[in-house]
């Protein structure tokens, strides 16, 4: 175990000293009087380290998107029926008008309930290596079935209620026949398919990947300032790719313990000592709408997320100045929310033999 940190700490040692001579910054006090060519180095390193967020998530070979899917997906996201109280919906966790995100510290659930963990958005999801902020889930449908049975938010007792609940509302029943096919379509397997679909349409292109596909004035000289404190200060170590993160397990704490040491992250799925205190990195994408920070939501102003990172990621003390770039930066990669997703769908009623909301 010891060996294995000692490796990733050489390894990440490695990366800042590399990376800080690779990404030498070509003027970075006052970068905003960049050359041309200069401007288009940092643009070509980027490139090399991100991707464009592609219009639509990486399909599923086992759950095809089609627009019908999307469409019931779209109303089971937004049905507080999945809920035993039938007044919590993912929408009320996941909000799709805060960000896919519910702006408070642990979310409320069932009977008021808190569980111990902020809720990610559910924004550019489906781009991420797994589910959750430990991975435990390798994909939207697996994830999809764990909130409505979970006692803490939805608190269905079983997946059978959902289903008696849904099979009980006629349109749902036709809906459900023409998007999946067998005998009995409305099933626990194709509620998680339908909502999956939905998900994979929330994508949230920004002026970022306008910079990345080539646009190199897509970004004010002040977020291209942050964007190169951003390569050169090592973050991208660890949030890179088409999410700004999303790609990997890393610890909280490499060189800093962080303040709060209660949750063990991936070692309780995988019960290894090095996985104490790895957690998913989250993507960045609309970071600056999705507050508070970090698993346990427990840091509110992004600045001090940031100076966090610096100190418990890479030992180093970010000065206020390096901070307010840097969030300048993070600022560009809020996107714009599918429109269609925004539009509140309109639910078919329940009738007389739908089962009636519990607390
Ligand atoms: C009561 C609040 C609540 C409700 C309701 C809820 N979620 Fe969540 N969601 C959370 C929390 C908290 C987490 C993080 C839990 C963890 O990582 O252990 C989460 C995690 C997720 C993630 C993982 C995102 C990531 O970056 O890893 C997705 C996707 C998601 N929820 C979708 C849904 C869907 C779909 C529904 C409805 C079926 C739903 N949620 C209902 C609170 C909620
Ligand atoms: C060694 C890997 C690593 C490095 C380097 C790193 N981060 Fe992180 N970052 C993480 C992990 C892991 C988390 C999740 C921490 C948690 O809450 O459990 C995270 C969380 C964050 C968050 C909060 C995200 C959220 O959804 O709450 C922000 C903001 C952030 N990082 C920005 C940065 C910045 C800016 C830098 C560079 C100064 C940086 N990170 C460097 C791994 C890293």
């Known amino acids: 175990m010891k060996k294995r940190l000692t490796i990733y700490t050489a390894t990440l040692t490695a990366f800042i000293i ?10 970075a006090q006052n970068s905003s009087q960049n050359t041309k060519s200069d401007d ?19 399909a599923s070979e086992a759950n095809p998107t089609t627009a019908e899917k999307v469409r019931l997906g779209k109303k089971l996201y937004y049905d507080p029926r999945l809920s035993l109280s039938g007044v919590i919906s993912c929408n009320t966790c996941h909000n799709l008008a805060t ?54 938010e939805m608190a269905m007792p079983d997946s059978e209620l959902v289903i008696q609940r849904l099979s009980s509302i006629p349109e749902y029943r036709e809906e459900f026949a023409v998007v999946f096919e067998g005998d009995e379509p ?17 994508v949230t292109p920004s002026r970022f ?58 070692y309780k799925i995988t019960n290894k000592e090095a996985d104490k205190y790895v957690f998913k990195v989250p993507s960045l994408r609309n970071i600056t709408r999705t507050y508070p920070y ?15 990172m610096g100190e418990s990621q890479l030992g180093m003390q970010l000065s206020d100045e390096e901070i307010s770039n840097i969030v ?32």
Request: charged share 20%; net charge negative.
């Open 18 to 27: 590399f990376g800080a001579f690779f990404l030498t910054p070509t003027n």
């Open 40 to 58: 288009q180095k940092i643009q070509k390193q980027a490139q090399a380290i991100f991707k464009p967020l592609a219009e639509t998530m990486p």
């Open 99 to 152: 960000y896919g995100s519910d702006n408070v510290e642990t979310s409320l659930g069932h009977n008021f309930q808190t569980g111990g963990r902020n809720a990610p958005t559910v924004l550019n999801a489906g781009t991420h290596i797994a589910q959750f902020w430990d991975g435990r889930e390798p994909d939207l449908e697996g994830q999809a079935k764990g909130p409505v049975l979970n006692p803490l």
């Open 186 to 202: 409305v099933n626990y397997d194709n509620v998680a398919n339908a909502i999956a679909a939905f998900e994979r349409t929330l």
């Open 209 to 266: 990947d306008d910079y990345l596909n080539g646009n190199n004035n897509a970004l004010t000289p002040e977020e291209k300032e942050g964007l190169q404190l951003f390569m050169t200060k090592a973050c991208i170590t660890c949030h890179n790719g088409a999410g700004v993160g999303g790609s990997m397990y890393q610890k909280f704490g490499v060189v800093k313990p962080y303040k709060n040491q209660e949750d063990l992250g991936r």
């Open 294 to 308: 970090f698993h346990d939501g427990q840091v509110w102003d992004i600045r001090e997320a940031v100076y966090i």
């Open 328 to 359: 300048i930066f993070l600022d560009s990669l809020t996107g714009e929310i599918p429109e269609d997703a925004l539009k509140l769908p309109v639910l078919p009623p329940s009738t007389a033999e739908t089962s009636k909301p519990k607390i």
